[in-house]
Every structure is written in C-alpha cells, then in structure tokens.
C-alpha cells in the first residue's frame, strides 16, 4: 500500500491502465502496429531485424488478471520469440511480489517510466490547493493575475508546433505528427483526449494533451513556448488539468513518469510536477514471457551488444 497526499490509500495494482484499454489498441491499429489481446493482455507485434520473429511489446499489463498460459499461446502462433511486460502496473511496496507470477523472467531493460507522481483527487479542491507547494500556488495565483487564461480546445496544430520546439530546446524525443493527431483523434470520438491550452493575449503558450480512462487522468504530453517564462502558464495549466480530472470524477491524476535521480535531466518536470502534492511512487520491473528460449537469449545478447558497440562511435 502507499499513502498518497491523503488519507486514501493506494493499492500496489491500479486501475486498467489507459495503454491497455481497446481504444489504444484500435489506436495503435491505426498506426500500421496492430494490437492483439490473449489472457488479458494487450500487446503489440515488432519484427526482429533478419529473422521472420516478433518481439511482443505489453506495456502496464495488469499482472493480478494475466493468463500467462493463454498469452503464450497466442505469441506463438503470432511467431513471437518473447512477451514483454513492460514495467506493469504494479506499484513496489509490500506485497508487490504476490501479483508477479514466479513463471516470468526479470527483462533486462524497461521502456515505459519506472517512476511516476500519482495525485489524489478524492479530495476536495480546497485541500488539492491547500496541498500545494507554496511556489507553485504563487505560480498559480500569478499567472492568473497577469492574464493567462486556460480552455479546452480542439487546436491539434498548436499542440504539434509547440511540440517541436519543446523538443529542440529539451531534447525529448517525440512521435511524428500523425502519432499525435491520430491517436487525438481516435480518444477524443470517445470522450478519451482532451486538449488544455493555455493563452496569453491570443497566443497559445502551453497545450498539454490529457488522456481519461476508468477514472483516471493521465498527463503524457506538455508542450511549451520558450516565450513568456515569466508569465508561469505552465503553472495553471497544470493547475486547470487538475480541476477538470475533479470535473470528471477521476480518483486518480497520473503524470506518466518522473524520476527519483536529481541529476536526471528529467529532475526538472519532476520536480514541476512534486509541486502539485503529489506522491512519487516505483513500479516493479519489467517482465518477459519467454516463448523461444533459444531465440530469447540470442536476441538479449545481440541487442547488449549493439548498445556497447553504439556507445563507443
């Protein structure tokens, strides 16, 4: 269990993660990554470079469901060498090894974010405010005062252009445009994807995209002008993202990932995001469901090694 910025407690294992729900599949469908669903896992298809093999990519599985004889069985006839759980919604802390089944081996690398900052909104607005860091209601409070306003919006397009100059001046990496504007589009029909911009005399400076899914809100893109710092929108948008998860009857805010190293360069939004009263909270570890042993450890082997051999050029 974790105790949040309340006195509601959190289990290890949460909601169905929104990546495992069948709009992501039908959305990843889209992309020309067809989604498949066996013992209760949703998962995606990769092809090994020079081998007619795929890898099964399983992100926020929900390990207490899983039929691991099911999911098995239909990677294979898939032509998967292995099933990877990857980093499944299960939060460490006692009692996180009874939902792991002994059957799976520990994966030797997690893509999804080990951390993330979990906010309780089973509480009234009041205390969410109250529970602030003081930097950030001052932050808050200024932006309202020097005229940052904040609104749902359909404006895809400002969304992708602040995009790409959060990542030139940030260094993230980002999906193509169609990434975002089909997976917008296919949430959205179902009231799944909202957009949050804030403006300042017209100027759409932050547009954060939200997801929803079984009352929860996550937070997995911000996007941000470099003009106008002073102005601290990003502050209120994060602010009025809060306040629509209440409007929605979320019980959950999940920020989608941080990081418990201060000399991360990911520490900064980390620390943006620990200001809103939040919990940060570790998942377990990624997980692979072998299916060719032999394949298995070569691919494992192969794949290290070209890692090793990157870093040296």
């Not at 997976?183 to 029909?189: A, D, I």
């Not at 502050?235 to 993202?241: F, G, Q, R, S, T």
Request: with cysteine; charged share 25%.
């Amino acid at each position: 269990m974790y105790i949040m910025n309340t006195k509601n407690k959190l289990e290890n294992s949460l909601p169905e993660h929104i990546v495992q729900s069948k709009i992501w599949g039908e959305f990843k469908t889209k992309m020309k990554t067809p989604a498949y669903k066996a013992g209760g896992v949703q998962f995606t298809l990769h092809k090994i470079p020079f081998f007619n093999k795929y890898v099964a990519y399983a992100p926020k599985a929900d390990l207490k469901s899983v039929n691991l004889e099911s999911l098995k069985k239909k990677a294979g006839q898939l032509n998967t060498v292995f099933v990877r759980l990857d980093v499944p919604n299960v939060i460490k802390g006692p009692g996180d090894k009874d939902l792991i089944p002994k059957t799976l081996r520990k994966a030797p690398k997690d893509t999804f974010a080990k951390h993330n900052v979990l906010l309780d909104l089973l509480v009234s607005e009041d205390e969410l405010l109250k529970n602030l860091k003081p930097k950030t209601r001052y932050n808050i409070r200024l932006a309202k005062k020097r005229g940052v306003r904040v609104k749902i919006s359909n404006d895809i397009e400002s969304f992708l252009k602040l995009n790409k100059e959060t990542t030139k001046r940030q260094g993230f990496f980002i999906h193509p445009d169609a990434y975002y504007k089909t997976c917008f589009k296919t949430l959205q029909k179902e009231k799944k994807a909202y957009l949050l911009n804030g403006t300042y005399k017209g100027e759409v400076l932050v547009s954060y995209m939200l997801f929803y899914h079984k009352k929860v809100l996550y937070y997995p893109y911000g996007a941000w002008s470099g003009k106008h710092k002073d102005l601290m929108a990003s502050n209120l948008v994060m602010w009025e993202a809060i306040k629509l998860g209440k409007k929605l009857n979320c019980k959950l805010f999940d920020m989608w990932g941080a990081t418990d190293n201060q000399n991360d360069p990911w520490w900064g939004f980390t620390r943006f995001k620990l200001g809103y009263g939040g919990g940060m909270v570790e998942y377990v570890d990624s997980r692979d469901l072998v299916v060719n042993p032999l394949l298995y450890h070569l691919f494992n082997f192969t794949y290290k090694m070209f890692w090793a051999l990157a870093r040296l050029f």
